[in-house]
């Protein structure tokens, strides 16, 4: 099994390759916290940070066979993460950032329960940042598109399968940005950020289009998206599940359009990201179908 430690700060074609896996082979990616370990202490605030260090991403992977084109499955087997989180406020970030302060707090984690104030819960770590490279310029691991990168959905955790876009030979498969926990939406801008480690195992599916990333559960299929608005996450993500199911079920559209009114599934992944000049716009959306035992796999 071979160990992945080295962090990039981008999605890109141009990142040298950390190692050469095959198919089926079986990877721990050891990773950072989204800041990358500059978090020590409550009395440090957003305000101190490098921000140019923030959401670290281990890798990349190349993996031997991968074209443009094929699909990259990657099966979470495990997801192990560190004794100590935090969360913190940051400014202009959430719907409550107007009327909060910046504030950082320190989470202990002990055999999978989290602490807080005078409340616990039990943890379902999961992934933030998972993607390959895209085909054009580099995207800061920060940020989300059709390629992976920051997709923070509470669903890529131990159990499910995450379906990525080829589009560069190799595919360059980097992952980071662990949380113990994180609400739908991410309404302060962070989850319960944690360093850790994730076993994964790699396959490809050669020859078939996806358009964006795909997340398959026990019980469900998940279109992953990005765009500057809601409505249009919304959208993007709809169509290509809609046209995954139609192909496989042999519906027309019509049909899965009532089909994913009366069943389907909405949430917003990661909701907070300012739009500024420059920058990618990202509102991160998940549309999803259950699965049916008695219907075809929708990849």
């Known amino acids: ?18 190692c050469n896996a095959d198919p089926g082979e079986v990877l721990l990616f050891n990773t ?53 989180g935090f969360a913190c406020t940051i400014p202009g970030m959430g719907p409550l950032s107007h009327k909060t302060e910046v504030r950082t707090r320190m989470f202990t984690v002990k055999e999978k329960i989290a602490y807080y104030n005078d409340i616990k819960w039990h943890i379902d770590p999961m992934i933030g940042v998972i993607g390959t490279a895209p085909a054009e310029d580099a995207v800061a691991c920060g940020l989300a598109g059709d390629h992976g990168g920051n997709i923070d959905s509470k669903l890529i955790t131990k159990g499910a399968r995450v379906y990525l876009p080829v589009r560069v030979p190799g595919a360059l498969l980097q992952m980071g940005d662990l ?19 994730v076993l994964v195992r790699v396959s490809l599916i050669k020859n078939v289009p996806l358009n ?24 993007l993500a709809s169509e290509e599940l809609a046209r995954l199911a139609c192909a496989a079920y042999g519906w027309d559209i019509t049909d899965f359009a009532i089909y994913l009114s009366v069943q389907g ?22 549309v999803g179908i259950p699965k049916l035992a008695d219907k075809p796999r929708l990849i």
């Open 1 to 18: 099994m071979q160990v992945i430690d080295k962090t990039v700060l981008t999605f890109s074609k141009e990142n040298a390759p950390v």
């Open 32 to 84: 950072q916290d989204c800041f990358g370990g500059q978090f020590n202490s409550e009395k440090q605030l957003v305000l101190e940070l490098d921000l140019s260090k923030a959401n670290p991403a281990t890798g990349p992977v190349f993996i031997n066979g991968a074209e443009k084109g094929d699909v990259l499955a990657v099966d979470i087997l495990d997801i192990k993460v560190k004794d100590v």
């Open 179 to 197: 949380h113990a926990t994180m609400g739908d939406g991410e309404a302060c801008g962070t989850g319960i950020e944690i360093a850790g480690e």
């Open 212 to 235: 964006w990333p795909l997340t398959e559960t026990t019980d469900g299929w998940y279109i992953n998206t990005t765009s500057a608005s809601y409505e249009d996450s919304l959208r």
């Open 265 to 286: 599934d909405a949430g917003l992944n990661q909701a907070t990201m300012p739009v500024m000049p420059g920058i990618s716009p990202m509102l991160n959306v998940r």
